[in-house]
């Protein structure tokens, strides 16, 4: 069984560049949710996808966006860069929405 | 929105001490789960709870929900290094949306 990965480990950007961050859910899981977590704060949902459609979505503006693949892969975009983005952006996986998560690394991303 | 508070923010105890993390939410929760992240590591299920009053125990962690189903516990027996780590709350709300607490940061002096 393959857990959650994500790519890249970690990345630089400066404020006003677009990223993409790219995460491969765990083995039989259909559901894909990313999170923002702020040094020192719990993670924030920011949206979740199920079948390739969003599921649902946190309290984040409209350049946080996201895809589901078909092989229920995922990739979170993220224009117009502020230094607020600032933080690990993690992937979970679950199976039909369940509420067990499986999370991955994460993605440390720093905006200069 | 839902949110959930947690206290304490830190803590720190003696290797061998019991050490307990609250969970406290304004509204009623369809269940409540606990996650674990040691430092520079990711969220890490621990377990769910649903019904009211509902007690569950894992080795020496023992977690409860309460009978109002709006708060809930975590404790640690007899604590060890290997128990450093974050822990934190989640709530799951309209579809399987997961509001986290901010988390207890537990330090273990050997």
């Known amino acids: 069984e393959t857990g959650v990965t994500q790519s890249p480990t970690h990345l630089i950007k400066t404020r006003g560049q677009q990223v993409t961050l790219r995460c491969s859910s765990q083995?039989?899981?259909?559901?894909v949710s990313w999170y923002q977590q702020a040094l020192g704060q719990g993670p924030q949902f920011i949206f979740q996808y199920y079948r390739e459609e969003e599921n649902g979505r946190g309290n984040f503006p409209p350049r946080f966006s996201g895809l589901q693949f078909p092989n229920y892969s995922s990739e979170l975009n993220v224009n117009a860069l502020e230094l607020d983005d600032s933080a690990l952006y993690l992937c979970?996986?679950?199976?039909?929405?369940?509420?067990?998560?499986?999370f991955g690394p994460g993605t440390r991303l720093t905006v200069t | 929105g839902q949110q959930v508070m947690q206290i304490p923010q830190y803590q720190h105890v003696q290797e061998g001490e019991d050490f307990t993390t609250y969970c406290n939410s304004s509204?009623?929760?369809?269940?409540i789960q606990w996650y674990k992240q040691r430092p520079g590591g990711h969220p890490v299920f621990l377990i769910q709870l649903v019904k009211s009053g509902e007690v569950k125990k894992q080795k020496r962690l023992t977690f409860q929900f309460g009978e109002a189903k709006k708060n809930s516990s975590l404790h640690i027996t007899a604590t060890q290094t290997t128990d450093v780590g974050t822990y934190f709350c989640?709530?799951?709300?309209?579809?399987?949306?997961?509001?986290f607490g901010s988390g207890t940061q537990l330090t273990v002096l050997p």
């Open positions: 989640a709530a799951s709300g309209s579809a399987r949306q997961l509001t």
């Open positions: 979970a996986s679950s199976f039909d929405r369940a509420d067990e998560q499986y």
């Open positions: 509204t009623t929760l369809s269940n």
């Open positions: 083995s039989g899981h259909n559901t």
